[in-house]
């Protein structure tokens, strides 16, 4: 079951619902742990959360997947060391724990969902419309199928987690934040200053003369760390993805037409109809109200009624796929418009339908189309030539061929690395730019060695990257004499800033003292400047977000120094005006704040009841089973 709950959350709801409750697990866990909860029993029994018990097997296939999925997504498989470094056992578990503690509250509320509502929410999910934009409902069978479920199965999943919404959204919906911590944050946000400042740069530092061969010689021992060259890898690297071979794939007219005829129904946007329904507890009370209706009642008169207005629903206009009750569909589309069908025993109960109006299908022509198939065409190709030309790689491989013998032997594009250290630059401090996009071949280069066979690498997006470590250059320290240029700059760079601080700090006394700034930068040939409306965070005001950080600490009418935009720089200012926002509630900058602060007391009041709905509905886990699962060590 709980399988089922963790794909289920990969739809519209789950990702709502999961993204909330994700969040409140890794802080209810992170404050109060699950250290206490740990205890040993039962050998098929991974951990139980009131009623419920979650077996080792399903947690094993869960805690799989999840790494894989993981694994993936960051281009590189996960191992069972690093998913416990990284807490992945933790973060999985608690996941599980969170959903059935929740389930099991629901259960004890007696909380529901009525069956209509769960149909609406599946047909308004966009992974199940079609390429009309429509609900599919083949589309959806394929995709629920594909995970494991049928149909009843899948709704009853959806209701759980409606139900879990529905309990987070009571603990935590209306939850506001105090008026006196939302003005603090508006003025933190929104709060603007002004300065007058003079800007000392490296010409202010005066000439300064070349070192002496024993003060660079000594300069360079004390700071020898900073020069020392990093290790470099000599790579050779194969690139195989659909993009590089759709521009060897060549598409027919024929194919394009063929490919048209075979997905015509993609290029058809079917018939729409605006369906209305009301729904009968009974088929007594249908046949009665479709009486009165063939005695001349009309429909919009009957669906306004007090008792039957609230069992009214417009669908609006709605493909017939739209309708998830197949006998509902089957009846709406078979009525003619402005006309009111017979009662009708659909899934959810009786009803009457009325359809006000129609409109026609449409079918897109193959001159529209035959870009787009060209490139669908071109790209399955591509892709089915790159998973052939994939296991031509690996079978050389096999046979003991290296990376470049084997790109030789299959006429593939071998890409050779010169030099390359581990933040991907090459001897002369250039990012590289030859490296294949999507995978990250230089963290795995470096986790290698020369000669060794590595697995191929999944590229982001489709495709396959192989390389190999030809050479490596360690690390060393280069001698002075080869570097000589650059510890020099370096050393000028350090006397500048030093006189700069020493002069700045003059500057700074002055003006605590009470000079005005604009006779200190006359002393010392400054232009004295202004900078307004100047706001926290900020970087585009032409200061760095270390100068602003240093413009708010200080009080109005105060002065300090501040780093400029180079290393060098230095900026004497003082705080001429502050303006205090205003705080308005309606303002879009104010309900920002506001949205911020009331997420965040949410996931508060969330974390808060986890803590208490865990400690209510009695929570153990079994830590011998957990560590059979993910390789950890056994508990002493």
Do not use: C
């Amino acid at each position: 079951m709980l399988r089922g709950i963790h794909r289920a959350s990969a739809n519209w709801l789950g990702r709502a619902v999961m993204g909330v409750i994700l969040g409140l697990i890794a802080i209810s866990f992170g404050i109060w742990g699950i250290g206490d909860m740990f205890r040993g029993y039962g050998q098929s029994t991974l951990a139980k959360v009131g009623r419920t018990e979650i077996g080792v097997e399903q947690f094993r296939q869960i805690y799989s997947d999840r790494l894989q999925e993981s694994g993936r997504r960051g281009g590189r498989p996960i191992t069972p060391e690093l998913a416990r470094a990284l807490g992945f056992d933790r973060q999985i578990l608690g996941q599980l724990v969170a959903e059935t503690a929740l389930d099991e509250r629901a259960r004890d509320l007696n909380l529901g969902v009525p069956e209509a509502e769960i149909a609406k929410r599946i047909t308004e999910d966009p992974s199940f419309r079609g390429f009309n934009g429509q609900f599919d409902h083949n589309r959806f069978l394929q995709l629920i199928r594909q995970n494991g479920f049928t149909e009843p199965r899948f709704m009853a999943e959806q209701r759980r987690l409606v139900l879990r919404q529905q309990l987070v959204g009571a603990v935590s919906g209306e939850a506001a934040p105090p008026k006196a911590l939302a003005e603090a944050v508006n003025r933190y946000q929104n709060e603007l200053r002004s300065i007058e400042y003079v800007l000392l740069n490296q010409s202010y530092a005066g000439e300064i003369p070349p070192p002496a061969s024993d003060v660079l010689a000594k300069y360079y021992d004390d700071h020898k760390v900073l020069f020392r060259a990093p290790e470099f890898r000599k790579l050779v690297v194969l690139a195989l993805t659909p993009a590089e071979l759709m521009a060897k794939i060549e598409v027919s007219d024929a194919d394009i037409k063929r490919a048209y005829e075979e997905r015509q129904s993609r290029y058809v946007t079917p018939e729409r109809r605006q369906v209305q329904q009301i729904i009968f507890p009974n088929p007594d009370d249908a046949r009665a109200a479709a009486d009165r209706l063939a005695k001349g009642l009309s429909f919009e008169a009957l669906a306004a009624e007090p008792g039957i207005k609230d069992r009214f629903t417009d669908l609006g206009m709605v493909a017939k796929t739209g309708i998830i009750d197949r006998a509902t569909a089957d009846a709406a589309f078979a009525l003619k418009p402005g006309t009111v069908s017979e009662p009708v025993e659909g899934r959810f109960g009786t009803v009457l339908l009325n359809v006000p109006k129609i409109e026609p299908g449409q079918t897109q022509p193959l001159e529209k189309v035959s870009a787009e198939l060209k490139r669908e065409l071109s790209l399955d190709r591509a892709t089915r030539e790159m998973q052939a030309m994939r296991d031509k790689v690996e079978d050389e491989r096999l046979d003991g061929k290296s990376l470049t013998q084997a790109a030789e032997k299959l006429t593939l594009k071998l890409r050779t690395i010169e030099a390359v250290d581990r933040s991907g630059r090459d001897p002369e401090g250039n990012k590289l730019t030859t490296l294949p996009e999507g995978v990250d071949v230089i963290a795995s280069a470096f986790a290698s060695d020369v000669g060794a066979e590595n697995e191929a690498l999944p590229v982001q997006g489709g495709g396959y990257a192989w390389y190999e470590v030809v050479s490596i250059t360690p690390s060393r320290d280069r001698p002075l004499d080869e570097i000589k240029p650059q510890v020099e700059k370096r050393w000028r760079d350090d006397e500048t800033a030093a006189r700069l601080a020493t002069k700045t700090a003059e500057l700074l006394d002055k003006l605590k003292l009470g000079t005005p700034l604009t006779d200190i930068a006359s002393a010392n040939k400054l232009k004295v400047q202004t900078a307004t409306a100047l706001k926290r965070g900020n970087a585009m005001s032409g200061f760095s977000l270390r100068t602003l950080n240093e413009i708010f600490r200080v009080p109005k009418g105060g002065a300090s120094i501040a780093d400029g935009e180079t290393a060098t720089d230095r900026v004497v200012f003082r705080v001429t005006d502050i303006v205090v926002p205003p705080f308005d509630s309606a303002s879009p900058e104010t309900k920002k704040v506001m949205e911020v602060l009331q997420r965040s007391l949410a996931e508060d009041l969330l974390a808060q009841y986890m803590a208490r709905l865990q400690t209510d509905v009695g929570i153990t886990i079994n830590q011998n089973a957990l560590n059979q699962v993910t390789g950890g060590a056994s508990p002493n």
